[in-house]
């Protein structure tokens, strides 16, 4: 198995690209700031720990591009992996742009790479942390002239992250990716706008698996108001996510979960939460 190292001032993307399928990376311990396309299956990237290793860049939505455009949600990663079978420990991945209120998304992490796992790391930024592909259908069909195919996969993709915590605001962790959630802590920051969402899943009508928060800690920091934050929300019509024995803080909403502005996907969306708990919408657990 080959083996590499990298350092903080290495040109980290230049080593990743130069990685032979299966090596291992070793991240020493630092911060490293550029935005990183991962195009090699099987790599490991090994960090010194979340607190040790960081990643960070600080893209937005409504920043322009080099081409001229906008560089919209999908281009604002500071990581993208686009290869399958990649695993990342020990390390930290962040978009430090903040202000989405004005700013628009944040992508930290995006992943268009099936059998995905993350563990012992962590993820922040503020509006759409997480990115798990693909994306919807009506998506791929539309960004034809703005995204590269390798972001415009269609087809199943599986995502597993283990003892992560994953800090935002607003749809924080969304897409279509079947993805689940073991042991992570689920991190609400403030919002200028008052209120958020921890999930956006975007899953087609066919997919059984989607989101999965199993014994997870849904968390906040101070100054989050308490019923402020919703579980999830449908970004389409048949959004899937299952909460299953996972620690609700107080700054979760009653109702648990929201249909989507004025939208009628409270008829569709397949929500559940175990054990169950009264006053969550009606729509959640259904059969």
């Known amino acids: ?3 590499l190292y990298a350092h903080p001032g290495d040109d980290l993307q230049a080593l990743l690209d130069a990685a032979p ?15 990183l396309l991962l195009t090699t299956p099987g790599l490991t990237l090994l960090g010194a720990g979340a607190d040790e290793t960081i990643l960070v860049w600080d893209d937005y939505a409504q920043k322009l591009h080099a081409d001229g455009r906008e560089y919209n949600t999908f281009r604002t990663w500071t990581l993208a992996v686009c290869a ?14 903040l202000h989405p209120e004005t700013k628009g998304q944040e992508v930290a992490l995006s992943v268009y790479g099936d ?5 012992d790391c962590a ?16 998506l791929i069909a539309r960004y034809v002239d703005l995204l590269p195919p390798l972001l415009r996969v269609d087809r199943r ?12 605001t607003v749809d924080f962790i969304f897409g279509c990716g ?13 919002d200028a ?19 999965v928060f199993r014994d997870c800690a849904l968390t906040c920091e101070p100054g989050v108001a308490p019923g402020s934050i919703y579980l999830a929300r449908p970004w389409r019509d048949y959004g899937l996510a299952r909460f299953e024995n996972c620690a609700v803080g107080a700054h979760i909403a009653k109702a648990g979960f929201d249909k989507w502005n004025d939208s009628e996907r409270d008829k569709t969306a397949r929500f559940y939460e175990t054990p169950p708990v009264p006053g969550r919408v009606p729509w959640c657990n259904r059969a």
């Open 84 to 97: 399958d079978g990649v695993t990342m420990r020990g390390v930290s991945v962040v978009n430090d742009a």
């Open 157 to 168: 993709l599986s995502q597993r992250f283990v003892n992560c915590r994953i800090a935002g």
């Open 123 to 138: 993820l922040v930024s503020t509006q759409d942390t997480l990115f798990l592909g693909p994306l919807p259908r009506d």
């Open 178 to 190: 079947d993805a689940v959630f073991e042991s992570c802590e689920i991190r609400s920051l403030v």
């Open 193 to 211: 706008r008052g209120s958020g969402y921890l999930a956006a899943p975007a899953h087609e009508c066919e997919q059984t698996e989607g989101f």
């Open 21 to 35: 399928t299966g090596a291992t990376v070793h991240l020493a311990a630092g911060t490293y700031r550029q935005k």
């Open 115 to 119: 059998r995905f796992l993350m563990e």
């Open 1 to 3: 198995m080959t083996e």
